[in-house]
């Protein structure tokens, strides 16, 4: 697979729930979400990223300011690749709300947790890291990155049952 494609598939769903819940609007998340990635792929094959998420994410920001001061969504990139527009369907709106519901809960599950347990959390969960990696990029020991996943699930877990009653 496409080093672009593999990056599109793991940031899609968080790209798109960053515009989903600031916008609001499933059609203009989904707007501001492909012209992020147009945007990226535009610049992508001449200079890929060394920290795709921060990256996108800038992209990403830049762009909702943007359409923020203009009142519409920038398309450039769209039509610099000379890709046709979106056009979403019910089953499409109600994923893009979905990936929002997710984002707001993932946006709790931060808040809850103390930096370096949501840090050892996603690094493990998300990121799909072993506890050898997670402890040399958290530079800690593996029983230390160990503990830090086992309170976070543990606090999530707690907010969960809390939350619920």
């Known amino acids: 697979m496409d080093p672009f494609d593999r990056m599109y598939l793991r940031y899609r769903d968080p790209v798109l729930g960053?515009?989903?819940?600031?916008?609001g609007e499933p059609e203009?998340?989904?707007?501001?979400?492909?012209?992020?990635?147009?945007r990226a792929l535009v610049h992508f094959r001449t200079r890929p990223p060394d920290d795709p998420a921060s990256w996108l994410f800038s992209i990403a920001r830049n762009l909702l300011?943007?359409?923020?001061?203009?009142g519409q969504v920038e398309q450039s990139a769209r039509r610099r690749l000379r890709l046709d527009p979106l056009v979403l369907d019910d089953v499409d709106?109600?994923?893009?709300?979905e990936v929002a519901e997710a984002a707001d809960l993932a946006e709790t599950v931060r808040e809850a947790l103390s930096a370096s347990e949501y840090e050892a959390l996603r690094g493990r969960a998300?990121?799909?890291?072993?506890?050898?990696?997670?402890?040399l990029?958290?530079?800690?020991?593996?029983a230390v990155a160990r503990?830090?996943?086992?309170?976070?699930?543990?606090n999530v877990r707690t907010m969960m049952r809390d939350g619920h009653e």
């Open 18 to 23: 960053y515009f989903a819940r600031r916008v």
């Open 28 to 38: 203009v998340a989904a707007d501001l979400m492909a012209e992020t990635f147009a």
């Open 65 to 70: 300011i943007d359409s923020a001061r203009r």
């Open 93 to 97: 709106i109600q994923r893009i709300e």
């Open 126 to 135: 998300v990121d799909e890291e072993s506890y050898a990696e997670l402890a």
């Open 137 to 142: 990029r958290l530079r800690c020991s593996e």
């Open 147 to 154: 503990k830090r996943v086992s309170r976070a699930i543990a």
